[in-house]
């Protein structure tokens, strides 16, 4: 599921810079006014989204021998009541937030590194704007491809072959994902040719599912019930990433402009190494019994 919804927005991003560059040829307000424009139609369809926060609730309400569990009174206000439930969600496990953080870098490579790359590949290897949006194009394009065709081809084989259950089989991944973000990143900071900065590409695209795989095992690692908040954590998250990584993108560009065209790819020299620190993390983390919620204190930091 979250490989899909992350291919339709990677599907725009392969098709929408291209068709925006035509129409900035006749005149640079088209695509602006159209975007405007496509960002105001799916509104509406927002009014046939159902609610879905008390779903489980009223599953186990309608079974028939459910019984209702008095709540017991509190005088607390409902925001630290929130604020205590997330310090809970965050405490009882070291797994959730080592793997939580990791959408800080997701985020800031999002912001960051995609709005930086184009500018990066047309100045470093002397080529038009225009080559660079197309070579930009076809990262997107090998992404769908990644995400929709070949995990979930691997994450099918390890299933039905080899047996892994759901939770090995997302770290498992999300562990190869990491390692090929990281070699990736690092490659497009030193690769200095425009054939190596795509074979540096392609090996990036081959990591591109691991916020969706650490999304799905973080899932796997809360109760039903908390499945909300932890995806509120993860979008502030997400939203200190992008605040931030555009600024700290463009400042380490301009540092790297000041040593020459090798400087260029300080920004994502950096981000290869902020994955690398991350994928220590994710090695660390354990698959244990009983992770769909409640964990064994003694179990907290087994090995």
Same mark, same amino acid.
């Given at each position: 599921?979250?490989?899909?919804?992350?291919?339709?927005?990677?599907?725009?991003?392969?098709?929408?810079? =291209?068709?925006?560059?035509?129409?900035?040829?006749?005149?640079?307000?088209?695509?602006?006014?159209?975007?405007?424009?496509?960002?105001?139609?799916?509104? =509406?369809?927002?009014?046939?989204?159902? +609610?879905?926060?008390?779903?489980?609730?009223?599953?186990? +309400?309608?079974?028939?021998?459910?019984?209702?569990? =008095?709540?017991?009174?509190?005088?607390?206000?409902? $925001?630290?009541?929130?604020?205590?439930?997330?310090?809970?969600?965050?405490?009882?496990? $070291?797994?959730?937030?080592?793997?939580?953080?990791?959408?800080?870098?997701?985020?800031?490579?999002?912001?960051?590194?995609?709005?930086?790359?184009?500018?990066?590949?047309?100045?470093?290897?002397?080529?038009?704007?225009?080559?660079?949006?197309?070579?930009?194009?076809?990262?997107?394009?090998?992404?769908?491809?990644?995400?929709?065709?070949?995990?979930?081809?691997?994450?099918?084989?390890?299933?039905?072959?080899?047996?892994?259950?759901?939770?090995?089989?997302?770290?498992?991944?999300? &562990?190869?994902?990491?390692?090929?973000?990281?070699?990736?990143?690092?490659?497009?900071?030193?690769?200095?040719?425009?054939?190596?900065?795509?074979?540096?590409?392609?090996?990036?695209?081959?990591?591109?599912?691991?916020?969706?795989?650490? &999304?799905?095992?973080?899932?796997?690692?809360?109760?039903?019930? +908390?499945?909300?908040?932890?995806?509120?954590?993860?979008?502030?998250?997400?939203?200190?990433?992008?605040?931030?990584?555009?600024?700290?993108?463009?400042?380490?560009?301009?540092?790297g402009l000041n040593h020459g065209d090798a400087g260029l790819g300080l920004p994502f020299l950096c981000l290869g190494i902020l994955h690398v620190v991350f994928a220590g993390i994710v090695f660390c983390v354990r698959? &244990?019994?009983?992770? &769909?919620? +409640?964990?064994?204190?003694?179990?907290?930091?087994?090995?």
């Amino acid at each position: 599921m979250f490989f899909q919804t992350s291919s339709a927005l990677l599907l725009m991003n392969f098709l929408m810079p =291209p068709l925006a560059a035509v129409l900035m040829e006749i005149n640079p307000w088209i695509p602006i006014f159209l975007g405007a424009v496509l960002e105001v139609i799916p509104l =509406p369809l927002f009014v046939f989204v159902p +609610e879905t926060l008390h779903h489980h609730k009223r599953n186990v +309400e309608l079974e028939p021998h459910a019984i209702p569990t =008095p709540k017991a009174t509190s005088e607390k206000p409902n $925001w630290l009541v929130s604020l205590q439930e997330i310090g809970s969600l965050f405490t009882r496990d $070291w797994r959730i937030p080592g793997l939580a953080v990791t959408f800080l870098v997701h985020m800031y490579s999002l912001s960051g590194a995609t709005l930086l790359l184009l500018q990066y590949v047309s100045t470093r290897y002397s080529i038009t704007f225009s080559k660079a949006t197309f070579i930009i194009s076809l990262r997107s394009g090998f992404s769908i491809a990644v995400l929709l065709i070949l995990l979930p081809w691997i994450s099918h084989c390890m299933a039905t072959r080899f047996g892994f259950d759901t939770k090995r089989k997302d770290l498992t991944l999300a &562990r190869a994902s990491v390692l090929f973000a990281s070699l990736g990143w690092i490659l497009i900071a030193l690769a200095p040719s425009l054939p190596l900065f795509v074979v540096a590409v392609s090996i990036l695209v081959l990591g591109g599912g691991f916020s969706h795989l650490v &999304r799905s095992l973080l899932t796997s690692l809360v109760l039903p019930g +908390e499945v909300a908040k932890l995806y509120t954590i993860l979008s502030v998250l997400d939203t200190l990433g992008m605040m931030g990584g555009s600024a700290l993108f463009a400042w380490l560009f301009k540092v790297g402009l000041n040593h020459g065209d090798a400087g260029l790819g300080l920004p994502f020299l950096c981000l290869g190494i902020l994955h690398v620190v991350f994928a220590g993390i994710v090695f660390c983390v354990r698959i &244990r019994s009983g992770d &769909r919620g +409640e964990v064994e204190e003694d179990e907290l930091f087994e090995p």
